[in-house]
């Protein structure tokens, strides 16, 4: 059983950078592994994700680069960094996984989900 929890939220500034980490229990190494986000009355959307042996990282088109994701498959950890935060960032973030080759940008292409973790970005 695979478990994911999400670290690092907080309220910061436009502006600002804030790093966000998921780590996994229940041996994640050969899964393809996801961040989304929600934000208030909206879907989850894709943010970015990568799969179990390196390939990618894929982000969604409207990051304009600012996000940055990593993982390190001896620690089971996921890396979101958020460079250059905007208010329309805010949402709570979640981690998924799932035993998949490739990254797939939607919510149901994933079996696993962390609790999230809030990011508001004050303007």
């Known amino acids: 059983q695979v478990q994911l929890a999400e670290s690092g939220g907080g309220s910061v500034q436009a502006g600002d950078s804030l790093t966000l980490s998921c780590a996994a229990t229940?041996?994640?190494?050969?899964?393809?592994m996801a961040w989304f986000r929600q934000a208030p009355g909206k879907e989850r959307i894709f943010v970015g994700g990568?799969?179990?042996?390196?390939?990618?990282?894929n982000y969604a088109d409207s990051l304009s680069g600012r996000f940055e994701i990593s993982r390190d498959n001896n620690k089971e950890t996921l890396v979101l960094q958020m460079n250059s935060l905007k208010p329309e960032d805010t949402a709570v973030y979640y981690c998924?996984?799932?035993?998949?080759?490739?990254?797939?940008?939607?919510?149901?292409?994933?079996?696993?989900w962390g609790q999230g973790t809030q990011v508001t970005v004050s303007s």
């Open positions: 998924a996984a799932d035993f998949r080759v490739r990254v797939a940008t939607g919510p149901k292409d994933y079996d696993y």
């Open positions: 229940g041996s994640t190494v050969r899964y393809t």
């Open positions: 990568i799969s179990w042996d390196g390939n990618g990282p």
